[in-house]
């Protein structure tokens, strides 16, 4: 979602909801609970099949193992760097916690999935540190930006034109909603129409909640049961749902369902991939505050990443390869639906 994160699932809809963790301390907890929940889950998918480097950054292949080539130094994009980087010789970036694949924080706080190998090229490229700090949701990620504590925040983030008055994206990321049902499909929940009667889980105050509770609208209004939304506060909690037959089906972001489907070894699949469901494509990217000189050096990087094969390496290494976006721009998202 952030599809729109986090929206779909999106993180900073809401999906990560957690009281102020602004304080140090707090975000250690944060953290610890962090971590804690990963080892929960993992010992809950029952049959799962780890992928490689979720578990801590320590554990991730190397960039020579992956074929993510290591980057060189680009000199002018590190010259046009804000002078306030350039003096601290760093960039202070923040996330909003764990949405595998996206960003996956381990129990140090250090970046792991797409978010880590980002962050890993673009320190490379501008020659510059990386720091990573989390915080809980997109808001407090903005109003962190805003106060001047943070540059950016790499990983993707839903943006929308109503999100562009407080802050400029750099997208990179495609991302569409589908479902994640039991293998074989047995209440056959492939569009949005095949929802009625069955009971959906969402992230809880993302977008998926706000299209399938009107979703429950339209089949009452057509004469049809409602559906039964169930709303979950991490993305873990409603595949467990789907498992334990608790839910029929989750109704999220491809990128997150996808990796989460291979995590249950073949107990769960897609459901209704390709088409619009209400949401259709949304652009996620790196945010920085608006009009920020950075965003245009971050786009110089990333579009090396692409030119150079980096960006196509890290997207198959998370089997991202169906959020590809053809190429990285600025404030390329639209009205959220």
């Known amino acids: 979602m952030s599809v729109d994160e986090q929206s779909i699932p999106v993180r900073g809809d809401g999906a990560f909801a957690h009281p102020n963790v602004s304080a140090k301390n707090d975000v250690r907890r944060w953290r ?8 929960a889950v993992s010992i809950s998918l029952a049959g799962c099949t780890a992928d490689p480097g979720t578990a801590s950054s320590s554990a991730s292949p190397s960039a020579k193992s992956t074929g993510i080539p ?22 202070v970036a923040v996330n909003s916690g764990s949405y595998p694949p996206y960003a996956i924080i381990n129990g140090t706080g250090e970046p792991d999935g797409l978010l880590g190998d980002v962050d890993k090229a673009v320190s490379e490229i501008l020659g510059v540190k990386v720091e990573q700090n989390t915080v809980a949701g997109l808001a407090s990620m903005l109003s962190g930006m805003q106060a001047g504590r943070y540059d950016v925040a790499l990983d ?9 008055d407080k802050a400029t ?23 949005m129409d095949g929802t009625c009667g069955t009971r959906i889980g969402v992230l809880a105050g993302g977008s998926a909640e706000r299209v399938m509770k009107a979703q429950s609208d339209k089949c009452v ?8 939304v169930q709303s979950y506060q991490d993305s873990p909690q409603s595949i467990l749902a789907v498992q334990s037959g608790r839910a029929d089906a989750v109704f999220g972001g491809q990128g997150p369902l996808t990796y989460y489907v291979k995590e249950t070894g073949g107990k ?4 209704a991939e390709g088409k619009d469901n209400v949401l ?43 959020n590809k976006l053809d190429k990285p721009g600025i404030n390329g998202g639209g009205v959220k639906p």
């Not at 652009?283 to 990443?305: I, T, Y």
């Open 221 to 228: 209004a057509a004469g049809k049961p409602a559906v039964e």
């Open 280 to 322: 259709g494509a949304t652009f996620q990217g790196a945010v920085v505050p608006k009009d920020s000189p950075l965003a245009g050096v971050l786009l110089g990087a990333f579009q090396k990443m692409y030119a150079n094969g980096t960006y196509d390496a890290i997207l198959a290494k998370w089997g991202l390869e169906a």
């Open 32 to 39: 610890t609970s962090l971590a804690v929940a990963a080892v």
């Open 70 to 91: 290591t980057q060189q130094f680009d000199q002018t994009l590190h010259d046009k760097l804000p002078a306030k980087i350039l003096n601290a010789g760093k960039i």
């Open 156 to 164: 993707p983030n839903g943006d929308y034109v109503d999100r562009q």
């Open 268 to 271: 769960l699949q897609l459901a």
């Open 169 to 191: 994206f750099v997208d990179y990321i495609k991302e569409h909603v589908l479902f994640a049902v039991l293998k074989g499909n047995p209440k056959q929940i492939n569009d």
